[in-house]
């Protein structure tokens, strides 16, 4: 055998490159990621820690503000 016989010719090796740079490919980018759903995206949490000395009602508190 000749070394020319021996040698695949450049066009082989260039298809076997893209066929390997292909599967490379498709194992990478091959599937889509998993769907965030919107009720994961967001983090729901209060402006404002509740104060009960605040949304107490007072019937005087307005006689002192208004006629003081």
């Given amino acids: ?7 695949p010719s450049p ?3 260039a298809a076997d490159a893209a066929d390997a ?3 490379v490919r ?4 091959g599937t889509l990621p998993e769907r ?3 009720q994961d995206m967001v983090a729901e949490r209060p402006a404002t820690l509740p104060d009960p000395a605040r949304d107490a009602y ?4 307005w006689l002192v503000r208004t006629c003081l």
């Fill in 1 to 7: 055998m000749t070394q020319e016989q021996q040698r």
């Fill in 11 to 13: 066009a082989v090796d």
């Fill in 21 to 23: 740079a292909e599967a």
């Fill in 26 to 29: 498709r194992a990478r980018f």
């Fill in 36 to 38: 965030v759903r919107p």
């Fill in 58 to 61: 007072n019937p005087d508190e």
